[in-house]
């Protein structure tokens, strides 16, 4: 664990309790506004929403001073093109606070500057100047993967000889933004391939973006089918929801032993309203049958009302299907249940320590698929570097966003142009080790790969700090 010289005792325990699930709850500000690439306006939508290491798009009070004093010396440094010196800047700030993946991105970009590095685009899903929201803990998880692997890529020479530079910016998880992000990346040349993008509706309207302009965009953690499908130039490295449905009817049936689901979703949502026909498709195919369906967005919807015809039903278990705007409206029907059903839970939404804080003891017992878990690695000796890196654990989103660096990372050692990635990694041939397992894709850009399940559990010491954490089914 690298050293937190400088750190009050209170912001130490406050992060490491934080660290458990890999959402960290650090209160943050950032700005920006959308744009057409070519105007003055753009210009500066540009200025301040892209960063290398010039600008600071991750700001917390709650950092140490000391460490923002020397984090913001370092960016000073980069703009001025005084690369030495902001390497030891962002060194020393690390020093003071380790748990910082945009820093540590900053110091690699430094120690990368004059040799001639490759650059590759990552998108966040900061909101847009407010202090709090989902979509920051989601900006961490990503930049924790991509910044570990950048580390390890240019700490072993880099691809033949020249190391990886990583340019951020900010979508906001907003379908226009990351629509002009992505043209704006299309349009500096430099940039060979892109990661990121958070929900799969932003993901979904950025997509023809990448296709015009023939640039890879590999997104890490959206599980629409169609979103591989609608570009041959996108590619998505969890699996999708057709393997979702499937993992969630198979434990409804099998290990729940039920044949009648009610299904709530979010009609509003690609994301929810895939996920739900997928399972409508998978659930014959398990002797199931959905006894009843519920939209988070119908006008009036009371969850009290909703779990009384259940009841009433023949419904034997609750599978949820939010999307991220109606994470609240799940976890009210989690406490209003109060445990007198199974439930299942999404992939992507309520896998989080949110789930954990407000459902508490209603949560307990309740499931969901994900593609990696810490106790379930894979690969142990990445869990020991993450670990040496941030000082606590992630979760399976770091690991996508890990993966997803290094899927590029082997095309590029390939060939290093954007059409050389992208002929890469749709050749039948292509496989790279990935946490997990290999990572290879289908002919439409999905990656293959399996899921498995976690449950709800009350710990005496937990790793989110909640008394409760998500642990796998053996």
């Known amino acids: ?12 325990i406050i992060a490491v309790i934080a660290v458990g699930l890999g959402l960290y709850q650090f209160v943050f500000s950032s700005s ?89 685009g990552v998108t966040l899903p900061l909101e847009k100047g407010i202090l709090q929201g989902d979509t920051f803990n989601f900006s961490l998880q990503l930049l924790r993967g991509y910044a570990h ?63 015009r302009n023939q640039l890879v965009l590999v997104n890490p953690v959206s599980t629409i089918p169609k979103l591989a499908g609608r570009s041959n130039y996108v590619f998505t490295m969890t699996p999708n929801n057709f393997f979702v449905a499937n993992t969630i009817a198979d434990y409804a049936r099998k290990d729940l032993n039920v044949e009648n689901i009610a299904v709530f979703y979010d009609s509003e949502s690609d994301y929810s309203s895939s996920l739900r026909e997928e399972l409508k498709s998978a659930v014959s195919s398990y002797q199931l049958s959905i006894s009843s369906e519920f939209d988070f967005n119908e006008a009036g919807f009371i969850p009290e009302d909703a779990l009384r015809q259940i009841r009433r039903g023949k419904a034997e278990a609750i599978v949820l299907l939010p999307s991220t705007n109606t994470i609240d409206n799940a976890l009210q029907i989690v406490t209003v249940n109060d445990q ?8 992507g939404n309520l896998y989080s320590i ?33 670990r040496e890196l941030w000082g606590g654990d992630v979760n399976w989103a770091s690991v996508m966003a890990y993966d997803s660096m290094t899927a590029i990372g082997y095309a590029m050692a390939q060939q290093p142009t954007r059409e050389g990635i992208q002929q890469a990694l749709s050749s039948s041939n292509f496989s790279a080790p990935g946490v997990v397992e290999r990572i290879q894709f289908r002919p439409n850009g999905d990656r293959d790969g399996e899921l498995m399940m976690v449950e709800v559990q009350a710990t005496r010491s937990s790793r989110s700090g909640t008394g409760y954490d998500f642990v796998p089914i053996d």
Not at 1 to 11: D, E, L, Q, W
Not at 375 to 380: A, I, L, S, T
């Open 32 to 120: 920006g506004s959308s744009s057409n690439d070519n105007s003055s306006k753009g210009n500066n939508d540009q200025q301040v929403r892209f960063s290398s290491g010039e600008k600071m798009l991750i700001e917390s009070n709650q950092y140490p001073e000391t460490f923002l004093n020397y984090k913001e010396q370092g960016i000073q440094a980069m703009a001025q093109g005084n690369y030495s010196q902001a390497e030891q800047h962002f060194e020393d700030a690390l020093e003071e606070y380790s748990n910082s993946p945009e820093t540590r991105i900053y110091l690699n970009n430094a120690k990368a500057a004059d040799e001639n590095p490759y650059e590759i």
């Open 149 to 211: 692997r950048q580390s390890e890529i240019n700490q072993a020479g880099g691809i033949d000889g020249r190391p990886i530079q990583i340019t951020i910016a900010n979508d906001e998880d907003n379908a226009k933004v990351a629509k002009n992000v992505a043209r704006q990346f299309a349009n500096q040349q430099d940039v060979l391939a892109v990661t990121g993008h958070w929900s799969s509706e932003v993901a979904l309207a950025a997509a023809p973006v990448y296709n």
């Open 340 to 347: 007198q059903l199974p439930l299942i839970g999404d992939i």
């Open 1 to 12: 664990m690298a050293s937190k010289k400088g750190v009050p005792p209170i912001v130490y």
């Open 354 to 386: 949110k789930t954990l804080k407000q459902g508490g003891e209603d949560a307990v017992g309740m499931v969901t698929p994900i593609p990696w878990h810490i106790k379930k690695p894979g690969d142990p000796q990445f869990v020991e570097r993450s």
